[in-house]
């Protein structure tokens, strides 16, 4: 009998931080009927209350709550747009040195350390952990919404641009504005979101398997502030990361709300309005708790599976029923195009076109960096034993790929459907409807339709449980394996802040929260990428 390896022993030379530190130490325990708690003591009690306040407050003050949240993003993308940009260009370039550079020899766990999963599972994990709601949500209507924006060209009332198009647009020709459109789209779902994961992703893999480190977010700045990473400077950092994962879960979780109820009104008839996507976040949080109590192997594992088979079934349908050959051609001739037009879209200074600067791709950086601590510290547990290389490599491109792949499927037969079959359903459908309209002009749609609901509906439930998972090891000071009522808690929270949301202004809160806490912790992760180069420095290689 072979008893499992604990993760945190790596194998082979590694160069360890020497700390006191043991896992947990400022933790207390409670008991609760028959139910124990394991938090720590700050981070859990200042978040957890500080997320209840702002949960009652939005309920209580719904009508004020609106122009505050609507105010609050429209400040914040257009002034600090340059900011997230800026930032998002950093990750990318940080990430292509550490490739080329020698640091990149550097192995995750320890000079003789084996990777824990194939190739296959692995790459199945990295794409599954980051996207699933948003390539549902987007899928269809981002590049349709781009393309229709750049067909319409540039329009200028007072002197100031009010199009949506990217860059200067393509008046009145669809095959630029096709071209452009789709790489608008793949400038948002491509190499600069993974980076952004793959750098914090990197850090927390770094410090916990070669440096003997809790798998939390203040372990990372070791390098940059020694033992007061256990003091009040890392609570803060943790808090942050425990405010950026909530919102931008609770975030997804209202895209996801908003599209189940529009698909189940355009299949089956049933009601449409914020009540109806209340009773979705309700019913799918209750689902998500069975997933949680269940465990990681039966629960979130089980439902991932189902997910990627529903969502490859999806995708092969697509592409078989759709305009194949222009799916097949188009991959290659939009990857094309986001490479021609990367430089101009990743500008972050001089732009004239705000609306998709600061509507689009400031909102979206924001959003992707509310999501890197949960989507960070999932990618960093499923990949000890590669290389930085390897890992910076498969992180960045194979996702990228495969986000490239769904845009150009799903994207692509909507538009074709625009340009060569004069079908505008999609366009002029509300943005959760999008995605149905498209399908309903292929075969056996209401089929098709169904199963874009359930999948929308299993990534709901797999992010919710997931991300709980991690918020929980951060509010437990580390530790992997706290007790399951804690888990329940924040599961609970994620649907309970969705709705608080949903309340207060639907999808403009929800994009406000996002926008608001990924501001500070683009700011820890810009840190944090100083201190993973450190900690690579003092690494064997």
């Known amino acids: 009998m072979t008893t499992k390896k604990d993760p945190m022993i790596p194998d082979g030379e590694v160069t360890p931080i020497d700390t006191d530190y043991q896992v947990g130490q400022d933790n207390i325990l409670v008991k609760v009927g028959p139910f124990g708690l394991d938090i720590h003591n700050r981070v859990f009690l200042i978040s957890g ?106 329009s200028v009332t007072d002197g100031v641009r009010t199009d949506w198009a990217p860059l200067g647009g393509a008046a009145g020709d669809p095959a630029a504005a096709t071209s452009l459109g789709m790489a608008a789209t793949i400038y948002h779902w491509g190499l600069h979101p993974w980076a952004i994961y793959a750098i914090l992703a990197l850090g927390l893999a770094l410090f916990s398997f070669n440096k003997g480190l809790p798998l939390t977010m203040r372990s990372v700045f070791y390098p940059l502030l020694g033992e007061r990473v256990w003091g009040w400077p890392g609570h803060i950092i943790d808090i942050l990361a425990v405010f950026a994962t ?101 500008n972050p200074f001089g732009r004239e076109d705000a609306n998709y600067s600061q509507g689009w791709t400031a909102f979206y950086w924001a959003w992707w960096i509310s999501w890197s601590p949960f989507v960070g510290m999932f990618i960093a547990r499923v990949s000890r034993g590669r290389t930085v290389r390897e890992f910076l490599i498969s992180v960045l491109v194979i996702p990228t790929l495969a986000c490239v792949l769904w845009m150009t499927v799903f994207g692509g037969t909507a538009i074709s459907q625009v340009v060569k079959d004069g079908y505008d359903a999609a366009v002029s459908a509300e943005l959760p409807l999008q995605l149905f309209a498209m399908l309903d002009a292929l075969p056996f749609s209401q089929i098709s339709s169904f199963i874009a609901i359930i999948l929308v509906v299993v990534f709901f439930i797999t992010s919710s449980d997931s991300g709980s998972l991690v918020i929980d090891t951060i509010a437990a000071g580390g530790k992997v394996d706290a007790p399951t009522p804690q888990r329940v808690f924040w599961c609970t929270f994620e649907g309970l802040v969705a709705i608080a949301l949903m309340l207060g202004g639907g999808l403009v809160s929800l994009q406000a929260m996002a926008v608001s806490t990924g501001l500070p912790f683009t700011i820890v992760l810009l840190t944090a990428s100083v201190a993973v180069v450190k900690g690579l420095m003092s690494e064997p290689r």
């Open 49 to 154: 209350l500080a997320i209840i306040l702002f949960v009652a407050l939005t309920v209580i003050f719904q009508t004020q709550a609106e122009p505050i949240f609507s105010s609050m993003r429209n400040w914040l993308t257009s002034n600090l747009s340059w900011f997230f940009m800026s930032a998002a260009n950093i990750f990318v370039v940080l990430c292509l040195v550490l490739i080329v550079s020698p640091l990149g020899r550097v192995r995750l766990g320890g000079t003789e350390a084996k990777p824990d999963f194939g190739y296959l599972g692995w790459f199945s994990m990295l794409f599954a952990a980051g996207m699933g709601i948003g390539l549902m949500f987007y899928g269809v209507s981002e590049p349709l919404s781009h393309f229709s924006s750049s067909l319409g060209g540039v």
């Open 246 to 346: 909530l919102f931008g879960l609770a975030t997804s979780l209202g895209f996801g709300a908003a599209q189940a109820g529009a698909g189940l009104h355009h299949l089956f008839g049933v009601p449409e309005g914020i009540s109806v996507q209340i009773l979705l976040v309700i019913g799918i949080t209750a689902i998500a708790l069975i997933s949680v109590v269940a465990g990681l192997e039966a629960g979130v594992k089980r439902l991932s599976e189902i997910n990627m088979v529903l969502a490859a079934l999806l995708l092969l349908f697509v592409i078989i029923v759709g305009p194949s050959l222009a799916i097949a051609t188009g991959f290659f001739s939009n990857l094309g195009a986001y490479f021609q037009h990367l430089p101009a879209l990743a």
